[in-house]
């Protein structure tokens, strides 16, 4: 079975600096995406980030970018220039191809202080 | 033009209730999900649909029944509601296995 383990519950920035999230993951197979949600106190869950696992240039979606270490199985979310608009509660998870499902860890909960 | 919509927001009920929850996406997906969110934020898969088939059902109790009617709606009934099915439900849709999910807004029920 494959798991997802975000082991940060709560992280806290400073406007303007950068964070990262950790997550790391187990699963026996190869074929996954990775992925991080934001959701933000309105519920709403929205894609942040994907990251196709047989590629292995990082991903990156403007002040947002991945470390993706396949080897080490650790999938870490980048924030640059937080804005009081990315607190929010993040969310790791792995989407196995062949299951068609996803896992997802617990969460983070980002606080940006301004 | 919500792509994946989900009714009502907001349930309140009693114990022992039947209700429903409905959703629906306009992307064209063949797969549809539902996810439980409880108050710890913990997000898992209850339910995945692809084509109006179930291929995922993650250990449900038997009161949980979803329906699909087509391949655009996956509707969540649930019977006898209890007090430990208050939570955030999710409705989400997919192309099958290779890209992300796309989710409704969630549904809040909580049993009183």
């Known amino acids: 079975a494959q798991t997802v383990t975000q082991s940060q519950p709560e992280m806290s920035v400073q406007e303007a600096e950068t964070v990262t999230l950790s997550c790391t993951y187990d699963t026996s197979e190869s074929d996954y995406y990775l992925f991080w949600y934001k959701q933000p106190p309105s519920r709403q869950m929205i894609l942040v980030i994907r990251?196709?696992?047989?590629?292995?240039q990082n991903a990156t979606e403007n002040r947002f970018s991945v470390n993706f270490q396949k080897a080490a199985k650790s999938f870490s979310l980048k924030i640059s220039d937080s804005q009081l608009g990315d607190a929010a509660m993040y969310f790791c998870a792995l989407l196995l191809t062949n299951a068609g499902k996803s896992t997802f860890g617990d969460g983070t909960t980002l606080t940006v202080k301004p | 033009d919500t792509a994946v919509s989900q009714t009502p927001k907001y349930l309140v009920t009693q114990m022992g209730n039947d209700k429903s929850i409905k959703c629906e996406q306009n992307l064209g997906h063949d797969t549809m999900y539902w996810y439980k969110q409880d108050s710890k934020k913990f997000l898992k898969i209850m339910f995945s649909?692809?084509?109006?088939?179930?291929?995922i059902n993650e250990t449900v109790p038997n009161r949980f029944s979803p329906k699909s009617p087509d391949k655009a709606h996956l509707n969540l009934h649930i019977n006898s509601l209890e007090l430990g099915d208050s939570a955030v439900y999710f409705c989400?849709?997919?192309?099958?296995?290779?890209?992300?999910?796309?989710f409704g807004q969630g549904t809040r029920l909580t049993v009183v």
């Open positions: 990251q196709e696992a047989y590629k292995q």
């Open positions: 989400a849709s997919s192309q099958p296995g290779n890209t992300e999910a796309f």
């Open positions: 649909y692809n084509n109006k088939e179930l291929i």
